[in-house]
């Protein structure tokens, strides 16, 4: 098979999607820092480029977070030859099956809130670059963690208040507020 990358801008300017004509993966895996990527060797090639300071798979595309001071301008070709040669050679994601299945547990609420993150926020959100999972759900108030491009993107306060938290108050009449923990 012969391997295409391209590349799409993301709303977080540090953060481009590189998007491969192939599945990498099922569900997703974050590798925000150098030390998580140990039980990637995918990510861990990735870190050898002093420019990349952070990792992110889901489905068809990696999420690359580039330094303060790098442009993508400089780095944008070298990543996406880079991402070919991986997929090419089936470098690995994950040296262990660790994926997040899309298993939903707790109270009714919970389930119902978590099967629409999955099938609306979900989707959007990696159409983006990121990914969203769910946390917690306690008297009203829905926490989840932004990962990949959402992870520190100025516009993901406004998708977390105006999109999701309205779409769930909407869906979920016990919903007050939605809050992430990694904004």
Not at 56 to 85: H, L, R, Y
Request: hydrophobic share 40%; proline share 4%; aromatic share 8%.
């Amino acid at each position: 098979m012969n391997i295409n990358v391209y590349t799409e801008l993301t709303p977080n300017p540090a953060t481009m999607k590189f998007i491969v004509n192939k599945l990498l993966i099922n569900g997703s895996a974050d590798y925000a820092t150098k030390e998580s990527a140990e039980k990637s060797p995918f990510a861990k090639e990735l870190y050898k480029f002093s420019f990349v300071n952070g990792v992110f798979f889901a489905s068809n595309f990696v999420t690359i977070t580039k330094t303060e001071g790098s442009e993508w301008d400089d780095v944008e070709p070298i990543m996406k030859e880079f991402v070919k040669g991986a997929v090419e050679s089936e470098l690995k994601i994950q040296l262990e099956e660790e994926t997040e299945a899309a298993n939903f547990e707790g109270s009714e609420t919970e389930v119902k809130i978590q099967q629409i993150l999955h099938d609306y926020v979900r989707p959007a959100v990696e159409q983006d670059g990121g990914a969203i999972s769910y946390r917690s759900f306690n008297e009203g108030v829905v926490t989840v963690e932004l990962r990949g491009s959402c992870s520190g993107c100025p516009s993901s306060t406004v998708t977390l208040k105006a999109g999701i938290e309205n779409l769930l108050k909407r869906m979920v009449p016990e919903v007050t507020e939605v809050v992430s923990e990694a904004l």
